[in-house]
């Protein structure tokens, strides 16, 4: 018996750069004037200890969303980059006020990106930095031929306007860049870490389960159009799930598992039965006794799978997750 195919794997150019910048600045005007009443204090104060004369705060049209946006079309024409050519849209924000769908499938969307893998970074002041290091290696490693990284905020829905150690710091404003290949080296390799030990140095002074706690009628819940989605699941996701195989040059009779998420037993079975999978193929149902643990549900199941002896190490299994966005993605992974 021959040895079983592995997908192909991804490749890329050996360089990355960035090749377009944009920004977005809010028309607001907000002297230290304007602040300094509410924190006791006056403009040479605040000039002496942070150099600070004056901050933009958004207007309650200029969202994140539409900021971002903004940034990022200035971005992609100073590229001279379509958006049609924009693999994924990674967004840093602190400010992004709704747990799901992501900020980033929103401004893909108001850009014209056609089917861009989009998704937020959450890494406070660092986030720009985070996104840029995963934007070039996403490029190296060709899972997007260009990356357009946002970074967009509206710091002043999130500070305490009556303390005097924050209301006067900080802004609202968005910035973008474009990332893309290099025939020579462009950027430094990421030099990137955390210290755990002092995060309440920088930190929230609630969480959000105390706001429902608080005012339980008016917790942001999550909503679902389950027929819709079921519908969109079934028959869109099946083309997804293909097309992933065609990428890796495999074919379903060579895979050992399908997992995909966990979102509902008729939606994973219709999913089996239209990608007609052999019978040899493991098909996770971990949904039955786990439930949907939305972005845990892949990873529980290959566990389930694993520690059951339905699949061994080392095997080819097809792994697709999708929801609020609608987002998706799907890839052929070999089993640890």
Known sequence: MSAPSAPRPSTGPAHARIIGVGGYRPSRVVTNQEIAPRIDSDDAWIRERSGITERRWATEQETVALMGAAAAEKALAHAGVTADRIGCVLVATSTHFRQLPALAADIAHRIGTVQAAAFDLSAACAGFTHALAVAHDLVRGGSAGHVLVVATERMSDLIDHDDRATAFLF??????????????????PVVWGSDGARSAAIDQSASWLELRHATPSRFPALTMQGQTVFRWAVHEMAHVARQALDEAGLDAAELDAFIPHQANLRI?????????????????????????????????????????GDVRSGGLALTIGFGAGLSYAAQVITLP
Request: proline share 7%; no cysteine.
């Open 268 to 308: 994973v079975d219709a999913l089996a039965t239209a990608l007609r999978l052999p019978a040899h193929v493991a098909v996770a149902r971990d949904i039955v006794h786990t439930g949907n643990t939305s972005a845990a549900s892949i990873p529980l199941a290959i566990e389930h799978l694993l520690t059951r």
């Open 171 to 188: 802004g609202d404003g968005a910035g973008a860049v474009v990332v893309g290949p290099s025939d020579t080296p462009a950027s430094g």
